[in-house]
Nanobody, 125 residues
Framework: QVQLVESGGGLVQAGSSLRLSCAFS????????LGWFRQVPGKEREFVSA?????????YYGDSVRGRFTISRDSTKNMVHLQMNSLKPEDTAVYSC?????????????????WGQGTQVTVSS
């Protein structure tokens, strides 16, 4: 099992930036993928970004955030970061970090087996 804890959420104005962090412990291997998802009440969870934990550190992004968000990892500290720039009101959501084995279906929340509690991001217009 993997334990994940998110931090860095908050209330910002449109156009601002935020950096989310996810600290994890437990069974993460080079075959793992760490992902970020977001959810608004009444809507399905949306894929935001993911990064593989192998030597290639392959990154993936959802269409709505590509070019504005950047995912990165710090293997020495067991952390994953999500740098969010040019934030928009529609980015408002609870952002959660998750972990899975393998890199296939990185965009599917159903494939992730461990989840953090989430952190609220609110972007005002």
């Amino acid at each position: 099992q993997v334990q994940l804890v998110e931090s860095g959420g908050g209330l910002v104005q449109a156009g601002s930036s935020l950096r989310l962090s996810c600290a994890f412990s437990g069974r993460i291997t080079t075959a793992s993928t760490l992902g970020w998802f977001r959810q608004v009440p009444g809507k399905e969870r949306e894929f935001v970004s993911a990064i593989t934990w192998n030597g290639r550190s392959t990154t993936y992004y959802g269409d709505s955030v590509r070019g504005r968000f950047t995912i990165s990892r710090d293997s020495t500290k067991n952390m994953v970061h999500l740098q969010m720039n040019s934030l928009k009101p529609e980015d408002t959501a609870v952002y959660s970090c998750a972990a899975k084995y393998g890199s296939s279906y990185y965009y599917s929340s159903q494939k992730y087996t461990s989840w953090g509690q989430g952190t609220q991001v609110t972007v005002s217009s």
